[in-house]
């Protein structure tokens, strides 16, 4: 064990306020140089077009603080890993209160952008999990965000700011009681406004997790799990057999809870089939240790920068565009956009997971859902091929333009197309320009729509 780690685990706060001097005394420094993120690893999918920055390495943030079981919460630093952080709280019976897909996630970054699983259904996205966050701003400054403090306008206003508004440093959320098994069942649906109209039956039931896949028109998979003590067996997907396949196949199973809380990593839900990773025998060569979103992730972006699947598909005589979406539209209109999505593009599975109606009292500024109504997020990712050429981003702005129509919004996380008014209206720039000017008057940070739209 390195000193550092010795003395973390001796006095984790005394390590994290050390910490915490080095990075202010790093940043002030650095005078009034642009401002970006050091990074070892990133779940955005949005190219970037890099410029001189001083870069704030935050890589170190990554403890947990303290667990209250009692209370039900957890004290982490924001560049901890939601694998970590599972890994910390399961042996004291507890989890994170929505613990993100994929397990190289960091608690800052999902809740600077905007973080769902299957407990969403109860507990909201990520940000509605947490109950104060430290800020490190732009000049400097550390700032304790609370719901009812001075800084409530921050802890209101960072979620979807990506970095924009500062860095959460420090973060205290949720945690919700374990225990030792998950029991799945699958719910199967030939026909969409059943399967949704089941879907909302579920949510004001007795389930602890609700998440659904659709196959195709015909063909949708509603997954209904709750926690229990005893299984009579437990699937492992974590190596041969691919969880979502058995979603066609089962219509009941159990795993244990860390697997069950892990079961789209191993395959990226089923994206690890654009990699071969589904075959057999490239499987059996790739091994246990590369089955991963992590794995998967590097070979994504040595892709990104070579062009590979772009150059082959052009010598088939296709043209391609990258559509990685996730996106949240009111229940009531979920229906009209599965419609259009298996209409206009073409891309299956979908994920579907239903969140939480917003309470009016918690209203996050640059991701607003309309109080008291439920909405479904759905989740597509993959390339749309044509054998006629269009203009760059089409098929991603008919799915803006479309989430727009039915009251729905994107996450920013990846390629966004929004003219600039589109998007003020999108996201309430006009309130973003209020914080932006309290928490970050010099500009050292990019603007949200130069980042996100922009690419900065």
């Not at 244990?256 to 892990?262: C, K």
Request: charge should be positive.
């Amino acid at each position: 064990m390195s000193a550092e780690a010795r003395a973390a685990s001796a006095d984790p706060l005394a390590a994290h306020a050390s910490r915490r001097a080095q990075l202010v005394a790093s940043l002030r420094s650095a005078g009034d140089a642009p401002l970006g993120l050091a990074r070892s690893t990133s779940n955005l999918f949005r190219d970037r077009a890099e410029s001189p920055k001083h870069r704030v390495d935050l890589r170190e943030f990554r403890h947990v603080l303290a667990i209250d079981v009692g209370a039900g919460w957890v004290d982490v630093e924001g560049s901890i890993r939601y694998e970590d952080l599972v890994a910390a709280t399961l042996p004291k019976g507890l989890m994170p209160a929505v613990v993100p897909q994929l397990k190289t996630i960091t608690v800052g970054g999902a809740a600077a952008g905007v973080g769902i699983e299957a407990t969403s259904f109860r507990q909201g996205l990520v940000h509605d999990t947490l109950l104060e966050f430290d800020v490190l701003l732009p000049d400097g400054r550390i700032v304790t965000c609370t719901p009812r403090n001075e800084h409530r306008d921050l802890f209101f206003g960072f979620p979807n700011s990506y970095g924009t508004l500062g860095y959460a440093i420090r973060l205290r959320q949720r945690t919700l009681p374990v225990r030792s098994a998950v029991r799945v069942e699958h719910r199967r649906h030939a026909d969409a406004s059943r399967f949704f109209d089941d879907l909302a039956r579920q949510c004001e039931g007795a389930a602890d997790f609700v998440d659904g896949v659709v196959f195709g028109p015909d063909e949708l998979v509603l997954s209904v799990a709750r926690f229990v003590d005893d299984a009579p067996w437990l699937s492992d997907y974590t190596f041969e057999r691919i969880y979502y396949r058995s979603l066609r196949s089962r219509e009941l199973d159990y795993l244990s809870a860390h697997d069950y809380l892990w079961r789209w990593d191993t395959d990226w839900f089923w994206c690890s089939k654009n990699l071969g990773a589904q075959n057999p025998v490239l499987r059996r060569l790739l091994g246990r240790e590369r089955l991963n979103s992590r794995f998967y992730t590097r070979v994504m972006r040595w892709n990104a920068r070579l062009g590979l699947t772009r150059r082959l598909a052009r010598l088939r005589g296709r043209f391609t565009e990258s559509v990685i979406q996730d996106v949240d539209i009111p229940l009531a209109r979920a229906a009209d956009f599965l419609g259009f999505l298996l209409r206009e593009i073409g891309i299956l599975p979908a994920w579907i997971c239903p969140i939480r109606p917003a309470d009016a009292s918690m209203r996050f500024t640059l991701y607003p859902l309309e109080p008291g109504v439920r909405y479904v997020n759905f989740g597509f990712w993959d390339v749309v091929e044509r054998r006629t050429r269009h203009e760059a981003g089409h098929f991603n702005r008919l799915v803006e333009r479309e989430v727009m129509r039915l009251g729905g919004i994107k996450s920013l996380y990846s390629d966004s197309f929004f003219t600039r008014d589109e998007f003020a209206l999108a996201y309430r720039m006009d309130e973003y320009a209020a914080l932006k000017a309290r928490y970050d008057p010099g500009g050292r940070a990019l603007g949200l729509y130069e980042k996100c739209v922009l690419r900065g």
